[in-house]
Each structure stands twice: as structure tokens, then as C-alpha cells.
């Protein structure tokens, strides 16, 4: 059996994982358009809770919350 048979990760039709994707996605298409210096400090903190996704998808998941509420508070991430 090789690794192409590994079927003990979640499958990539997984509703929740989809979601956790597409809001990841959204928020790059967010930060892309920012000045460079914030742009560069929010990348940071989206890849740390991307790589966070790999290992702990529903605390990847709060974290981007929490990253996409505090973006919304920021008048300057507009």
C-alpha cells in the first residue's frame, strides 16, 4: 500500500475543511491590496494560522475569527 492509498486524513470534500479553505483564501485577497509594512505583519500572522490549520483545523478555524474580527475593527485594514 503506498501513500496515494492513505485514507486516514480527512477527505478533501470535507464541508467544514472547504469552509476553513475559502475563508483562509479570502482573507490573502484581503491583506494583498494593504501597504506593505501591514501587509507583510498580517501574511505573517495568516501563514502562522494556515500551518496551524495542518495540525488543529477548529483552533485554525477561531484563530482566523479572530484574525478576519480584528481586521474588521481596523479602520487602517479596510
Given amino acids: 500500500m503506498?501513500?496515494?492509498?492513505?485514507?486516514?486524513?480527512p477527505a478533501w470534500d470535507?464541508?467544514?475543511l472547504m469552509l476553513l479553505a475559502d475563508r483562509l483564501r479570502?482573507?490573502?485577497?484581503?491583506?494583498?491590496?494593504?501597504?506593505?509594512?501591514?501587509?507583510?505583519?498580517?501574511?505573517r500572522q495568516l501563514l502562522a494560522i494556515t500551518d496551524l490549520?495542518?495540525?488543529?483545523?477548529e483552533l485554525a478555524a477561531r484563530r482566523l475569527?479572530?484574525?478576519?474580527?480584528d481586521m474588521d475593527a481596523d479602520p487602517s485594514h479596510a
Avoid: C, M, N, Y
Avoid at 2 to 9: K, L, T, V
Avoid at 29 to 39: F, G
Avoid at 53 to 57: E, I, T
Avoid at 65 to 69: K, S, V
Fill in 65 to 69: 475569527t479572530t484574525f478576519l474580527d
Fill in 26 to 43: 479570502t482573507a490573502h485577497q484581503r491583506i494583498a491590496p494593504l501597504p506593505r509594512d501591514t501587509r507583510r505583519r498580517l501574511h
Fill in 2 to 9: 503506498g501513500a496515494e492509498d492513505d485514507r486516514s486524513g
Fill in 53 to 57: 490549520a495542518k495540525r488543529d483545523h
Fill in 14 to 16: 470535507d464541508p467544514v
